[in-house]
């Protein structure tokens, strides 16, 4: 069950019987995985343009492939604690996939999760904008 949809189902799972609150607290429980942006990237930030400009939450995005296998690289700001926590599902559920697999990520998961009327328009907006950044950026790591 390493796949990405089977990860991805097995995380979908544990939201699956929450009320609204606990499906917040456990998005919480994630974003304390995500790691701290590493030193490299901090440089990168400040000439790259990889901010997802249309979530409201200053997030800043490298999806990327080493040896053929997909890993996604992120700061969200601390404030957010839930797109923090979505990202963080995202970067466990591609880590170490092949990028073929890792770009056919759903674009459904919030609706999955149930978190698409728990986090309200403006927020499931920033995360599917931030999952159409992580796919795109797939796509095109891809070798033809």
């Given at each position: 069950?390493?796949?990405?949809?089977?990860?991805l189902d097995t995380i979908i799972g544990e939201f699956a019987d929450l009320d609204s609150?606990?499906?917040?607290?456990?998005?919480?429980?994630?974003?304390?995985?995500?790691?701290?942006?590493?030193?490299?990237?901090?440089?990168?930030?400040?000439?790259?343009?990889?901010?997802?400009?249309?979530?409201?939450?200053?997030?800043?995005?490298?999806?990327?492939?080493?040896?053929?296998?997909?890993?996604?690289?992120?700061?969200?700001?601390?404030?957010?604690?839930?797109?923090?926590?979505?990202?963080?599902?995202?970067?466990?559920?591609?880590?170490g996939r092949p990028v073929a697999e890792a770009a056919t990520l759903p674009d459904?998961?919030?609706?999955?999760?149930?978190?698409?009327?728990?986090?309200?328009?403006?927020?499931?907006?920033?995360?599917?904008?931030?999952?159409?950044?992580?796919?795109?950026?797939?796509?095109?790591?891809?070798?033809?």
């Amino acid at each position: 069950m390493n796949g990405v949809h089977e990860r991805l189902d097995t995380i979908i799972g544990e939201f699956a019987d929450l009320d609204s609150r606990e499906k917040l607290e456990l998005l919480l429980d994630f974003a304390a995985g995500l790691p701290p942006l590493p030193s490299e990237y901090q440089a990168r930030k400040g000439t790259e343009d990889r901010r997802v400009h249309e979530c409201q939450t200053p997030v800043f995005l490298w999806a990327e492939a080493t040896d053929g296998t997909a890993r996604l690289i992120a700061e969200v700001a601390p404030e957010a604690p839930t797109v923090k926590g979505f990202v963080a599902i995202l970067a466990d559920a591609i880590k170490g996939r092949p990028v073929a697999e890792a770009a056919t990520l759903p674009d459904d998961i919030l609706e999955r999760m149930g978190l698409a009327d728990v986090l309200g328009i403006l927020r499931a907006r920033g995360l599917r904008a931030i999952l159409a950044r992580v796919k795109r950026e797939l796509a095109h790591t891809t070798p033809a």
